[in-house]
């Protein structure tokens, strides 16, 4: 595992394991991160959305592995910011997660006119200490100048869909010049799009003898992103993070940036509702 600093000083390891539809059923989701911290995952990546906060907690707690070597992310919904209700929508996440702190708490996706607001609860639940780090998830370049205008704590990450079909170099730069590390969610592009037999992967892929898989992921951590691969099986996590035995050359890395088609597969950040 390589770890990143955030701009307050944090580690966080990378990559993560992203959780969304992890399991279908909660033994499921348990099993799945039990899986993963074998592997040697110690940041995982989840949501209030995914429904998923209590039995990654109870992985978290029955692993024993020490709390201070996992990273916890987890993050507010629309309608909580929407219904005014960002305090208690916290609570509810720390009792369900219940391990103590989360490390970083994110606004999941920018609500139209309350950016600013929701950001300024943000800042106010980090000053409480109950949190390690803040940031934001799925902000595009405007909702980030309308946030970091009224901001006193700049966002120590922002989570964005981001794979080589949807590169979004433009925010990724703006991101680096404010000290905002980019996370990447879907970064294998999820089961909608066909990326993982792109042929331009695969031949990258073969050359290397890894896995087209492997080669995205190693592409992120090359481009300082933090991807967060969701896997449910234990060769698969195994795979998406046996990535510091091999590099690629300056001119692979932009035949994989040349990829991109500004293709998502997830909400359009502009066209999201709650
Ligand atoms: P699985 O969990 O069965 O491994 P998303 O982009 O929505 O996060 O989902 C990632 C998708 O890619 C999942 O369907 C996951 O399935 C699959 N996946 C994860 N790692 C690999 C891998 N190394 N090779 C192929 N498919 C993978």
Redesign the pocket.
Known sequence: MKTFELNNGIAIPSPGL?T??LGRNDAEVEHAVRSALDAGYRHIDTATLYGNEKPIGKALRESGIPRDELFVTTKLWGSDILQERITEAFEESMKKLDVGFVDLYLVHWPVKGKVVEAWHEMERIYATGAVRAIGVSNHLIHHLDELLDGADVVPAVNQVELHPYLVMQELQDFCRDKSIVVES???????KIPL?TDPVLLKIASKKGK?T??VILRWNLQKGLLPL?????KD?QR??IELFDFSLTADEMSMIDMLDRNERTGVDPDEIEF
């Open positions: 992203g969304y539809r969610w879907s970064p294998l592009g999820s089961s993982l896995s898989a492997q691969p969701k896997s449910s099986h698969r795979e998406n």
